[in-house]
């Protein structure tokens, strides 16, 4: 079955950018979508198709893609910014599959 | 603006048949382009999703949970909803319903979620 690889948490102070991994054989083939869950509270859609925003994302959220690893990156980082942060995919063998998620500490 | 609300009981016994009910409103199950789908989430571990239905009916699920999983929808009641049969304290987690784009298999809109515990 399909893996996606995140790391399991990224720090980063306020103000600073921080920048989350999400690995997988031949990602980049694949549109990759990525979330955003504060505790307690329903995953949100974040960034779709790789690099796109939902309406209502913030221009902080941005995507991107490299090789076989696809990047969230979050510019000047805020307080609530802090959250678990998801990349997903869609696999022809295993259909719609999560990475193990991050949890961003904002320092 | 769709909005998807999830119910269904908290606690089930092992062995037994989980059953969730998700509503939509401010849309319709009907409409093409859109999967509605199931995905849950154990105590402090990540999501793993469960299946969806399509606006036709057509159902697909995880391989993992296939053998136990029964997804359905009531259009008229702009509703679908889950089944898992023969549940364990493994199936104890947080279930979401889910908008998923048919197209390129995001989900864009998601229920607030319910804890469903298997216990005696």
């Known amino acids: 079955s399909y893996v996606l690889t995140q790391p399991l948490s990224v720090s980063e102070a306020p103000g600073q950018t921080a920048r989350i991994s999400c690995g997988g054989d031949n990602v980049g083939s694949k549109s990759v979508h990525w979330y955003q869950q504060r505790p307690g509270q329903a995953p949100m859609l974040v960034v779709y198709d790789d690099s796109d925003r939902p309406s209502g994302i913030t221009e902080r959220f941005s995507g991107s893609k490299s090789g076989n690893t696809a990047t969230l990156t979050i510019m000047r980082v805020e307080a609530g910014d802090e959250a678990d942060y998801y990349c997903?995919?869609?696999?022809?063998?295993?259909?719609?599959?999560f990475g193990g998620g991050t949890k961003l500490t904002v320092l | 603006q769709v909005q998807l609300q999830e119910s269904g009981p908290g606690l089930v016994k092992p062995s037994q048949t989980l059953s969730l009910t998700c509503t939509v409103s401010g849309g319709s199950i009907s409409d093409s382009g859109s999967y509605w789908s199931w995905i849950r989430q154990h105590p402090g571990k990540g999501l793993e999703w469960i299946g969806f239905?399509?606006?036709?009916?057509?159902?697909f699920y995880n391989p993992s949970l296939k053998s136990r999983i029964g997804i359905s929808a009531d259009t008229s009641k702009s509703q679908f909803s889950l089944r898992l049969t023969s549940v364990t304290a493994a199936d104890t987690a947080v279930y979401f319903c889910a908008k998923e784009n048919g197209r390129s298999y995001f989900f864009d809109c998601w229920g607030q979620g319910t804890l469903v515990t298997v216990s005696s």
């Open positions: 239905i399509s606006h036709t009916g057509y159902t």
């Open positions: 997903q995919v869609w696999d022809v063998t295993s259909d719609v599959v």
